[in-house]
């Protein structure tokens, strides 16, 4: 059995610096890197490309990295990917994958894709046999927004990318699938972990939770930002895994950043509810009993991975149309700024609602005076700031009114008012999340070898 | 009110923190720095007073767990985030401020204040 293997995670969301997978793959030494791109509500953005577009609907920065990644491919041929950008269309992904890989040479890397999370072409059916999906929070059946609902995604676990390994996958292509999983099934794969060694699959969870967010484990957020050499040049993270569960959290030498006990302490509580379960498809991982020692420089070394059995149900992640936002902005200098802005953003609401506009939801902000963060004061009299106004209507005509009432207080409002240069506001529609959870037994994971 | 005064410190004196968001309630960590000083933060940085400092938040409910081996708590801070990242209208739409803003948070002035600030070199059990 190897004596430790090695996952770096080169991307912690869609939108993340597209050079560190390439650097963090050339310098990490790793035996699997994972690209992580699949934030709460991404699917749903994702099922809307799939609408218009059969061949669409993945993370296609992936398919630039992939492309960049080729020649690390070539000089690393144990290297392996794994990764959710498949999003709502892992086929099409696996497609574009395939193209890139033969057209570098790379004509024997098998690719395999997971599928089975999305649960839109069944949810009638999955809803009249008894699955409410109800709100995690609130309790509401789904049927209250059936027909709002744009994209429901289960998370699955790692088994199926344990699958995916065993039949010598070296590129595996997910949909929705829990973080931690993609750091999990590598090692359940290299070392022969049961899908009941909960505490190694504890321990495993726990270092996949601390990668997947890329560089916040690095030196990204860290309180001490004053003390980190070259966030520049950050390094993006490696769990290095042993059989016995422990794992080192470590980045590639020479690279920016730190890794200390403060920089992986605050990640491990990073988005998390009860440190003592932490909740997977593949266990109910406990974060309490994890020992921290920093055992190297820029390597913090983590025992006592601890769990307890998984749950018998998927989390589901629903998207659903909710009406049009838009928010515009301008800036306010000068003696009393604050006061001025709230005038203006005042000014603008009103004017609205002359014109017959009274919105769903709104907001005016103002940023620079306290309202970053609403009942907390700032210090002193600000001299410039930024005001902020925002709405939220089932009414897009309405929110499309919104956006035309900023330019006019260029000239209209109070003075020191500028900043309205990027022009006018657009209109989003608003795909809101709905939590849910499944049964098991009602999903099918489905792993496939991509000829 | 980040000043430290005789009778009061801010948090930051004692801890680092970081926040995030589950939906439409967010999540801020305490870290101590020492185990005196998340002995002290078991005592006096309770949810009463977590969800008193963020009052405007609105949060439903705040609940705070130990993690013991961090020196730390995290709190849960419950349909805090004004509809959560779509939804939200307000700027920080996913709480990412909250562990900055609460390092201003005054705590009564502990007798033993320089075994709790950060050390030179630091481990944990």
Redesign the interface.
């Known amino acids: 059995m190897r004596a430790s293997i090695r996952v770096g995670n080169g991307c912690g969301f869609w939108g993340d610096n597209l050079d560190a997978p390439i650097a963090l793959a050339k310098h990490g030494r790793l035996d699997y890197l994972t690209l992580e791109y699949l934030a709460e509500l991404t699917m749903s953005i994702l099922a809307l490309q799939k609408q218009k577009n059969p061949e669409a609907g993945f993370a296609a920065d992936f398919i630039d990295v992939l492309t960049r990644l080729t020649p690390v491919m070539k000089e690393q041929p144990l290297l392996k990917i794994i990764t959710n950008a498949g999003g709502m269309n892992p086929s099409a992904c696996a497609r574009k994958a395939r193209e890139v890989l033969d057209a570098a040479g790379l004509n024997q890397k098998k690719i395999a894709t997971v599928a089975g999370d999305d649960l839109m072409p069944r949810l009638d059916e999955l809803l009249a046999s008894g699955h409410d999906l109800q709100h995690l929070d609130e309790g509401t059946p789904l049927a209250a927004i059936r027909k709002q609902v744009v994209s429901a995604n289960a998370y699955l676990g790692s088994q199926p990318i344990v699958e995916a390994l065993r039949l010598g996958a070296d590129v595996v292509i997910t949909g929705r699938i829990a973080d931690a999983a993609l750091t999990v099934a590598p090692a359940m794969h290299a070392f022969g972990w049961p899908s009941e060694d909960w505490a190694r699959l504890g321990a495993a969870t726990a270092a996949g939770h601390l990668i997947e967010c890329g560089a916040q484990v690095t030196g990204g957020l860290w309180c001490h930002w004053e003390e980190i050499p070259n966030l520049a040049e950050v390094g993006y993270p490696i769990a290095e895994i042993e059989p016995s569960g422990l794992f080192r959290i470590t980045k590639p030498p020479g690279s920016g950043g730190v890794v200390n006990l403060e920089s992986v302490g605050e990640q491990l509580l990073y988005e998390v509810g009860d440190p003592a379960r932490y909740l997977t498809p593949d266990v109910t991982a406990d974060f309490t009993t994890l020992q921290l020692e920093e055992t190297a420089p820029d390597t913090v070394t983590v025992r006592g991975g601890s769990g307890k059995p998984a749950t018998p149900t998927y989390k589901v992640s629903i998207a659903y149309r909710d009406g049009f936002t838009a928010t515009g902005t301008l800036a306010l200098y000068g003696q009393d700024a604050a006061a001025k802005a709230r005038l203006a953003g005042q000014i603008i609401l009103d004017r609205l609602r002359r014109a017959g506009h009274e919105y769903a939801r709104h907001l005016i902000e103002v940023i620079g005076a306290g309202d970053m963060v609403p009942g907390l004061a700032s210090d002193g009299s600000p001299r410039e700031v930024m005001l902020r106004v925002s709405v939220h209507d089932p009414h897009q005509a309405a929110v499309e009114r919104f956006t035309k009432e900023f330019a006019p207080l260029v000239t209209a409002g109070p003075p020191g008012v500028t900043g309205y240069t990027t022009g006018r506001a657009s209109v989003r529609p608003v795909l809101a999340y709905w939590p849910a959870l499944i049964a098991k037994s009602a999903v099918q994971p489905q792993v496939r070898l991509e000829s | 009110?980040s000043m430290t005064t005789t009778t009061h410190i801010a948090l930051r004196a004692i801890a680092?923190?970081?926040s995030?968001?589950?939906?439409?309630?967010a999540?801020v960590?305490v870290?101590a720095y020492t185990e005196s000083g998340y002995r002290w933060l078991e005592r006096h940085l309770t949810p009463d007073v977590v969800q008193q400092?963020?009052?405007?938040?609105g949060c439903s409910k705040v609940e705070r767990?130990?993690?013991?081996?961090?020196h730390?708590f995290?709190f849960?801070l419950?349909n805090a985030l004004?509809?959560?990242?779509?939804?939200s209208?307000?700027?920080?739409t996913q709480g990412k401020?909250?562990?900055q803003?609460i390092?201003?948070l005054p705590l009564p002035m502990p007798p033993d204040l320089d075994q709790m600030r950060r050390q030179a070199k630091?481990?944990?059990?």
């Open positions: 009110m680092h923190t970081r995030g968001d589950k939906g439409n309630h999540n960590a870290l400092y963020f009052a405007g938040l767990f130990a993690a013991a081996n961090l730390a995290n849960m419950y004004g509809g959560g990242a779509s939804r209208l307000r700027i920080d401020t909250l562990g803003a390092l201003d630091r481990t944990l059990p």
